[in-house]
């Protein structure tokens, strides 16, 4: 804005008649009172009001579009890679997760969303429409597809994930399939821990000691940073650690995915086979069966179904039509 603007000229004079001061090249004697402002004057005012709040608006609309905008983008390409089942893509996402919505927005569905649903304090639609597009599509592809969200979205899911593509196999300890299905239930205790605290008259501020995902926020004490560090030593030698047997979240969305609608296909060779429970890294088959609550829809299995050179399903078909066809 220059200072020759109509704007700066029109306040200008508003502030010299309030002062009682009239631009004059002559000494005055004694200040003149005051004069009350004229309806001109008031009118000139309130226009100039209404154009800095119509600025302000469009700017902070401009800013949700953005935001929305890029939200939508990122949720099209977790989407498409999920439908495509390619793993390149995949990667993608997931880098994407850790850059954009961790350490850029900071934005994951927390504990705390359900701290405020529970007392009435979610952020008002005109100023959170990214905030309900992140939530409304969390809630939407778990009762489509499962824990799409936990898989693909999550920032500290895709870092443990991306985490799981470097550490070296040898690190890795698998807990016994026994105790794996017992500590699985352990997230189920804290989200019902934590809503009970809550209802108890305790402190929000609680989610800080059972979710790490304030870390891409780059804010915390000695006492939340040495939890992280702790956290994420143990994620190098038992994979996703956090999300299988600690997330509150993901227990909420495990729950909702008893809904899921388009769940895994299985063959009857799955029955016997054990090729993708050996594989999947979240626990999530046991025998013929897939555990929704547990599944994030990595879709490694899923590529493994399709792939018709390691999939028992389709080499006994292979080798049936191969009798058929020497008969």
């Known amino acids: 804005m220059t200072f020759g603007s109509p704007r700066v000229i029109v306040a200008g004079a508003v502030l010299l008649f309030v002062l009682g001061i009239a631009p004059s090249s002559a000494a005055q004697p004694a200040p003149a009172e005051p004069q009350p402002l004229s309806l001109d004057d008031l ?16 700017l902070l609309d401009a800013g949700a579009a953005v935001d929305v905008a890029a939200l939508g983008l990122f949720f099209a390409l977790a989407v498409y890679s999920f439908v495509r089942k390619d793993d390149r893509l995949k990667v993608a996402s997931l880098v994407l997760a850790v850059a954009y919505l961790g350490f850029v927005k900071a934005s994951l569905v927390s504990v705390v969303d359900i701290f405020g649903a529970m007392r009435g304090t979610l952020p008002a639609w005109t100023d959170g429409q990214a905030y309900y597009l992140l939530i409304g599509f969390t809630l939407a592809t778990t009762v489509l597809w499962g824990r799409l969200y936990c898989g ?9 994930q991306l985490m799981d593509r470097v550490v070296p196999a040898r690190l890795r300890v698998e807990p016994p399939a026994w105790l794996d299905r017992r500590l699985v239930y352990l997230k189920y205790a804290v989200l019902a821990g934590a809503v009970l605290y809550v209802l108890g008259g305790g ?11 304030w870390m891409f926020t780059l804010s915390g004490d000695a006492v939340m940073w040495t939890l992280l560090a702790m956290l994420l030593l143990a994620t190098v030698f038992v994979r996703n650690l956090y999300c299988r047997y600690l997330c509150a979240v993901g227990a909420g969305l495990g729950l909702l995915s008893n809904l899921t609608v388009f769940r895994i296909k299985r063959w009857r060779e799955c029955d016997t086979c054990k090729l993708c429970e050996k594989t999947c890294e979240w626990g999530a088959i046991d025998g013929p069966k897939i555990l929704v609550s547990e599944c994030v829809r990595c879709d490694d299995c899923e590529r493994l179904y399709a792939d018709e050179d390691r999939c028992p399903h389709w080499l006994i078909q292979k080798r049936a039509a191969a009798r058929a066809a020497r008969g």
């Not at 009118?43 to 469009?58: P, Q, R, V, Y």
């Not at 693909?152 to 443990?160: D, E, K, N, P, V």
């Not at 402190?203 to 995902?213: A, C, G």
Request: hydrophobic residues 55%.
């Open 152 to 160: 693909r979205i999550c920032a500290f899911g895709a870092l443990t």
């Open 43 to 58: 009118a000139a005012l309130d226009a100039l009001l209404e154009e800095d709040e119509a600025e302000s608006a469009a």
């Open 203 to 213: 402190d929000i501020l609680v989610y800080r000691y059972i979710e790490p995902f």
